[in-house]
Each structure stands twice: as structure tokens, then as C-alpha cells.
């Protein structure tokens, strides 16, 4: 998929999950948003996970630690046909089915139950470990939110991970400077954080996490130093792509009204629009 296609599939993901969300009644909405075009680029352009090589083991493996973003994760599973979006619409949050606030295994495409935070990195971790030890070729990639750093174990799995020059490990940081509560660095600082992990024996990289070609271009340049773990800070924008929820704490999981999912929708249109019309 080019670049072009996979900005269109962002925009399309990002109303995915606002409408999901809007029907559900619940969801992480801004943390969705700031993290889709890392799972669009990941999904689409990185990784060798399909439904028809799901049961395989040598095949790249995706664990999503910031779980309370299923949303996205969803939406995109979705796409990549492990059920069908009438599916997903139809159920998130309904009574009785599997399609919940956080990732189960229940649902197919799922590697592992998330949503605690900071277990995804220490189960990566012993994923491509695991790897190495069975010489197999696959990549782990995780996906963590930058409050989730704030558990303990996320450093020492980083540990783990340095030790065992596991450079088949991807972990990538969704840097959007916002947790819960707040702002990171005001609620339980993290900077210098690119430092921090260099001594934690990473190969660190910094990208745009909201800009499609510059995600291309890094994930593809994996591994960032032979013999060393892949550590991508991602700065994003949380609630990115809706004017009105970029950067806004409440939104972490606020539901649209009826009026508010129509501006949104609107403004991704006018995006998509104008991203046609420039081809
Ligand atoms: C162990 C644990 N403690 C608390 C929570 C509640 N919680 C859900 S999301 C969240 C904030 C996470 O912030 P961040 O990792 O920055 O996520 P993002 O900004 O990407 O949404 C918290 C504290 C949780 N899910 N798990
Ligand atoms: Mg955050």
C-alpha cells in the first residue's frame, strides 16, 4: 500500500472508531486516535500478520499494551478481514459478545489479553526471546503509552530486552504527553526519556507519529542497530485528526454526542477530500 492510500485508510480508520464508539457508548477515543496511523502503517506495511497465517508462530507478533485503545486495534483488525466491520459495529460493548473495552484473545487477531498496563512489553519481550532461542525470524512489536511507563515493569522487561540483545523486539512509545489524569510530565515526569532508554541499552528513534512517510520510513530502517532492542518514540497528538479533541484531556474517554461525532466526521471528510483532490 503507498503512502497516499494509507493516509485515505487513517482518515477511514479514525471515522471507524469514532462511530464504533458513538454506537458502544464507551471507549478510549483520543488515545485511539493518536495511535491509529502507527497500527495503519504497522498493519498495512510492516508486519506479516494475516487471518490465514494468524496460527503460525513464525509470523511477526503485535501486542498492544496501551489495551484501553482497542478501538483501534479493532478497527483495524477489521480491515485486515479477521471479521467484518458489520461485526464490529453491531457489537462493541453490546451484552453478551467478546468485542469489549480491552483486548481478549476471544477475538480473532488478538495475540493477548491487555489492558492492565504495563504487562505488553514484558510479554513481547519473552516473544522474541523466544524467537531467538527456536531460530526463528519473526519481529515483536508493542505499542505503549507514555503514562503507561509510569509501571515498573516496563523497565525491567527493558532490561530483559537489552540484556538478551533482543533486536527483533519493536517497541514503540505513543509519546502524546498526556495520560489519564493529565499531562506526563506533571503527573509522573518522564524527560528526558529518550536518554533514559538509551541507558536501558536501546537503539532509539524519534518520529512524527501522526505523519504516515516518516513511520514508513523508520519502521522499515528496523533494526535501528544490530544486537540492540528498537526503541521508537512516537510523538502524537492525542485526538488527532478532530479539531476540537487534539490534545484534550477529557477526551481520553469521553464518547461523542450525536452533534459532535457529525463535526468530526465532517472535518475527516473535508481531509479526505482534500487528499484526493491534491492526487
Ligand atoms: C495497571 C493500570 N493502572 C491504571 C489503569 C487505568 N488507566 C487506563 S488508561 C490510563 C492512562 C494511560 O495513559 P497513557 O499510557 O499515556 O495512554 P494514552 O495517553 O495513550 O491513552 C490509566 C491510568 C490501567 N488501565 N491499568
Ligand atoms: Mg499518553
Not at 462493541?92 to 484473545?105: A, D, E, I, K, S
Not at 502524537?236 to 479533541?245: A, D, E, I, Q, R
Amino acid at each position: 500500500m503507498n503512502e497516499r492510500e494509507l493516509r485515505l485508510k487513517s482518515i477511514a480508520y479514525r471515522k471507524t472508531i469514532l462511530e464504533i464508539i458513538h454506537r458502544g457508548g464507551a471507549g478510549h477515543t483520543a488515545g485511539s486516535l493518536s495511535c491509529v496511523d502507527i497500527l495503519n502503517v504497522l498493519y498495512n506495511r510492516i508486519m506479516n500478520i494475516t487471518p490465514d497465517n494468524f496460527d503460525q508462530v513464525n509470523r511477526d507478533h503485535y501486542i498492544q499494551s496501551k489495551g484501553h485503545s482497542v478501538e483501534a486495534l479493532y478497527t483495524v483488525l477489521a480491515d485486515q478481514g479477521f471479521y467484518s466491520r458489520e461485526t464490529l459495529l453491531k457489537n462493541l460493548n453490546q451484552p453478551g459478545t467478546n468485542f469489549v473495552g480491552h483486548p481478549t484473545r476471544k477475538i480473532p487477531g488478538m495475540e493477548h489479553n491487555t489492558g492492565a498496563l504495563g504487562h505488553g512489553l514484558s510479554v513481547a519481550t519473552g516473544l522474541a526471546l523466544a524467537a531467538r532461542l527456536n531460530q526463528q525470524s519473526y519481529r515483536v512489536y508493542t505499542l505503549l503509552g507514555d503514562g503507561e511507563l509510569a509501571e515498573g515493569s516496563s523497565w525491567e522487561a527493558s532490561m530483559t530486552a537489552a540484556h538478551y540483545k533482543l533486536d527483533n523486539l519493536v517497541t514503540i512509545i505513543d509519546r502524546n504527553t498526556l495520560q489519564i489524569t493529565g499531562r506526563t510530565e506533571e503527573v509522573n515526569a518522564l524527560e528526558p526519556l529518550a536518554d533514559k532508554f538509551i541507558a536501558f541499552g536501546y537503539a532509539v528513534r524519534q518520529v512524527d507519529g501522526n505523519d504516515i512517510a516518516a513511520l514508513v520510513n523508520v519502521l522499515e530502517s528496523v533494526p535501528f542497530e544490530v544486537g540492540k532492542p528498537n526503541l521508537l518514540l512516537a510523538n502524537t497528538v492525542k485526538g488527532k485528526g478532530v479539531s476540537f479533541m487534539e490534545d484534550v484531556k477529557a477526551w481520553h474517554h469521553k464518547v461523542p454526542s450525536d452533534e459532535q461525532l457529525a463535526i468530526a466526521i465532517a472535518e475527516l471528510n473535508a481531509a479526505e477530500t482534500a487528499l484526493e483532490v491534491s492526487a
